[in-house]
């Protein structure tokens, strides 16, 4: 069964600094989709990166970046340059069919000025 | 373009009340998911429908929960009779149907309280 780990309920930062946030994942399939979601206080949950695995270059969006490593089975979400609007909640999530989506337990991020 | 919509966002019922949840997925998406959030048990998914027709309810609760999608642009999660452990944040997520569009997009939530 797929599963998605985040061993880190919570982290912070300084302003400006740079955070790595941890996730790893367990599948036996070789083509799935893995991404980033940010959960503000406002509870949207609004998508931050999204990794497509058959790529070996590891996707950016900005001050985001991600650390894919296949065969470790390890996403990890790079946040450069932080900023106090990044605080939140942060999940990871794995799908291999679109439909059924994994989510890990999240981490809480905290900015601090 | 106008993302995810529900209704309402805050809903505060007393125990035995019928609570129904609505959702307007994005416009051109063929796939909408209803999600349950709550802290002991995280994220759930509940059910989902594919061009309008239930998929996979497994992750529905009890008989006390429905859910329909009458046509494309409009999903209802009902919930009769309600109970105070019902309390959660619901979400409803969309996803379109073309290559790469394996990516949900989620609503702003209804946060349900049961008294």
């Known amino acids: 069964a797929q599963t998605v780990t985040q061993s880190q309920p919570e982290m912070s930062v300084q302003e400006a600094e740079t955070v790595t946030l941890s996730c790893t994942y367990d599948?036996?399939?070789?083509?799935?989709?893995l991404f980033w979601y940010k959960q503000p206080p406002s509870r949207q949950m609004i998508l931050v990166i999204r990794?497509?695995?058959?790529?070996?270059q590891n996707a950016t969006e900005n001050r985001f970046s991600v650390n894919f490593q296949k065969a470790a089975k390890s996403f990890s979400l790079k946040i450069s340059d932080s900023q106090l609007g990044d605080a939140a909640m942060y999940f990871c999530?794995?799908?291999?069919?679109?439909?059924?989506?994994?989510f890990g337990t999240g981490t809480s991020l905290t900015v601090i000025p | 373009d106008a993302g995810v919509i529900q209704s309402p966002r805050h809903e505060v019922t007393e125990m035995g009340q019928e609570v129904t949840l609505r959702c307007k997925p994005i416009?051109?998406?063929?796939?909408l998911f209803w999600y349950r959030q709550t802290m002991m048990r995280g994220l759930e998914l509940l059910i989902y429908?594919?061009?309008?027709?239930?998929?996979?309810d497994s992750g529905m609760p009890e008989d006390r929960f429905s859910a329909k999608m009458p046509n494309a642009s409009f999903s209802t999660l009902k919930i009769q009779p309600s109970e105070p452990r019902d309390s959660a944040v619901y979400f409803c997520?969309?996803?379109?149907?073309?290559?790469?569009?394996?990516?949900?997009?989620f609503g702003p939530g209804t946060r349900l309280t049961v008294l």
């Open positions: 997520a969309s996803r379109g149907d073309r290559t790469g569009t394996d990516t949900q997009y």
């Open positions: 599948t036996s399939e070789s083509d799935y989709y």
């Open positions: 990794q497509e695995a058959y790529k070996q």
């Open positions: 999530a794995y799908t291999n069919t679109g439909n059924q989506f994994y």
């Open positions: 416009s051109g998406h063929n796939s």
């Open positions: 429908f594919n061009n309008n027709v239930p998929i996979d």
